[in-house]
């Protein structure tokens, strides 16, 4: 089990990413339409002065239900052990274990 801590701190950089969004979309869009480069970096300076934890780089995919920030699988929302005792227990209806 993650630490409450961690598990806190990437709901919170969700919801910053979720609120700046779009005003990042617009700015980078109004980047690429402007053709000088000194209003370039004016908008670029206006990017750079949201919040780090508001940038999509900074997301991590953790496991639903132990918070654990590896091996996850996206299909499921699973870390890997945690999806192989689900599949153990058949409590995923269609996964089956590799036998070779």
């Known amino acids: 089990m993650a630490k409450k ?3 806190h701190r990437e709901k919170k950089r969700q919801k910053l990413e979720q609120k700046y969004h779009l005003i990042r979309r ?3 869009k109004e980047i690429s339409n402007v053709p000088s480069l000194s209003d370039k970096w004016k ?3 206006k990017l750079q002065s949201s919040p780090r934890n508001s940038a999509p780089t900074r997301l ?3 496991c639903f ?3 654990r920030p590896r091996a ?3 299909d499921f929302g ?3 052990h945690i ?3 689900m599949v153990d227990a058949c409590l995923l209806p269609g996964a089956t274990r590799s036998s070779w």
Do not use: F
């Open 83 to 85: 999806l192989r005792e």
């Open 65 to 67: 239900s132990t918070g």
């Open 78 to 80: 699973l870390s890997g």
């Open 72 to 74: 996850n699988y996206r």
């Open 26 to 28: 617009a700015s980078k």
């Open 43 to 45: 908008i670029h300076g």
């Open 60 to 62: 991590h995919r953790r």
């Open 5 to 7: 801590s961690l598990i």
